[in-house]
């Protein structure tokens, strides 16, 4: 069998490529936790922890509010997942971790991905003292045309 089959075999068996993805992130496999993932790591998607939280629950699996919450920010304090902030109150959680940005459609509360070709971002003064850049997002608000 070839190496391309047997990593194919290993997709298809999504148990065992939550398990690695988790681990390779440093993040202990529990029951609660590979299902979150299990929802999130479905496909390329941008959930609210909400949604997160109906999707594992379909599944007669109970997990708490504060569970899913917990969970999310632990996925992307390890960079298993990003987090979308549109505002204080509308955070969506992207299981696309690759740098990208974000188109948000205030009237149909729907968010889609973005590239930029090339982009240049310059603070106009420097940096606090002692920071790094870690990163920049890039939300572009849009609304239905009429």
């Known amino acids: 069998m070839s190496e391309k089959t047997n990593k194919q075999d290993f997709m298809k068996d999504s148990e065992n490529y939550i398990k690695v993805q ?15 993932a299990r ?7 941008h959930l609210s922890a909400e949604q997160v939280l109906t999707f594992v629950n379909e599944s007669d699996v109970h997990v708490s509010k504060a569970t899913v919450y917990n969970t999310l920010n632990l996925f992307v304090e390890k960079g298993l997942i990003r987090e979308v902030s549109i505002d204080p109150i509308k955070i969506f959680y992207d299981s696309n ?6 188109y948000y459609n205030g009237d149909t509360g729907e968010i889609s991905d973005f590239e930029i070709d090339e982009m240049s971002l310059n603070p106009k003064s420097s940096l606090p003292e002692n920071t790094v850049q870690s990163g920049i997002d890039v939300v572009v608000r849009v609304k239905n045309s009429t």
Not at 22 to 36: A, G, V
Not at 39 to 45: R, T
Not at 97 to 102: D, P
């Open 39 to 45: 929802v999130m790591l479905n496909k390329p998607q």
């Open 97 to 102: 971790t690759s740098h990208h940005h974000h």
């Open 22 to 36: 988790l681990l390779k992130c440093d993040i202990n496999p529990t029951f609660q936790r590979n299902e979150i």
